[in-house]
């Protein structure tokens, strides 16, 4: 008998979802890996830790991100994204992002090939089955496997491996990523917030930010949204839904926002 290695690892966070056929709802476990750097998403934690070195020296950036975090929005998804937006187009930070999103994007895609062929081998169970008890007196169905449960952790790694939480080419994108992200974990924008901390983090850097980037306020960010939800609902319905179930499941839950760092100090690489 082959040993579970997972078996005396513990629970990071669990996934809600509901069976479509049964109707009925089953948690799907998502277990802390045993080293950082074995969890898929380290890299959203490591460009978290790099933003808040940079903004936790920024009274406002520092009390918002607080907050939020206080309120329920994980400062991990929160910060991620802030990053993202203020590194996305630097050559370093845009490096890093291509591998990622690579590495993501063939996990995904090898997920999707496997969850169709447990698809598939459910469909051939129920032909042989029938087989078996139109021939034989046996009851072959009580004894099947239940692939319910199982198809529903693929669906939510396929989630989890989504390259659409970091392969996004437009900053408005990663604006409305913010917004759903704070109204799903909070019930409110907090556009003054999210506007405190991006202002933030590109004030740390202001040789590196562009004259199209150098002013982020509440009104900005309010029409950023609006105008994206207009122009293009479906991805906005598309980037909620995805949000929707990393939120339910409270990722990075058991990551402690980290001490803020002193005045002068130099942001050290991750």
Not at 10 to 28: A, D, E, L, M, S
Not at 137 to 158: E, K, S, W
Not at 178 to 192: C, D, I, N, V, W
Not at 217 to 241: A, I, Q
Request: glycine letters at 2%.
């Amino acid at each position: 008998m082959v040993k579970n290695k997972n078996a005396k690892t513990k629970i990071q966070f669990q996934i809600p979802v509901q069976n479509t056929v049964t109707g009925n709802r089953i948690n799907i476990p998502v277990l802390e890996p045993e080293e950082e750097e074995a969890d898929p998403h380290f890299e959203m934690l490591n460009s978290a830790r790099r933003c808040w070195r940079a903004i936790s020296r920024d009274e406002k950036g520092k009390a918002a991100t607080k907050l939020l975090d206080e309120k329920g929005c994980s400062w991990v998804l929160v910060l991620f994204i802030v990053e993202h937006y203020c590194q996305h187009f630097r050559p370093l930070g845009k490096r890093e992002h291509v591998k990622f999103t690579k590495d993501m994007r063939d996990l995904n895609k090898k997920i999707a090939k496997f969850a169709s062929r447990v698809q598939t081998w459910e469909a051939e169970i129920e032909k042989v089955n029938s087989l078996i008890e139109n021939e034989l007196p046996i009851d072959a169905a009580t004894h099947t496997p239940d692939f319910g449960p199982y198809q529903a952790v693929l669906r939510v790694a396929r989630i989890l491996a989504l390259p659409s939480m970091m392969d996004l080419t437009r900053k408005k994108d990663l604006i409305v990523l913010l917004y759903h992200l704070a109204k799903l974990s909070t019930g409110k924008a907090h556009y003054e917030e999210l506007a405190d901390i991006l202002q933030a983090r590109l004030n740390a850097e202001p040789d590196q930010t562009t004259m199209d980037e150098s002013t982020l306020d509440v009104n900005t960010l309010t029409r950023t949204v609006k105008r994206f939800k207009r122009e293009h609902p479906s991805s906005y319905r598309k980037v909620e839904k995805t949000l929707r179930t990393l939120v339910k499941g409270a990722p990075f839950s058991s990551y402690k926002l980290p001490p803020a760092y002193l005045q002068g100090t130099k942001v050290a690489p991750v």
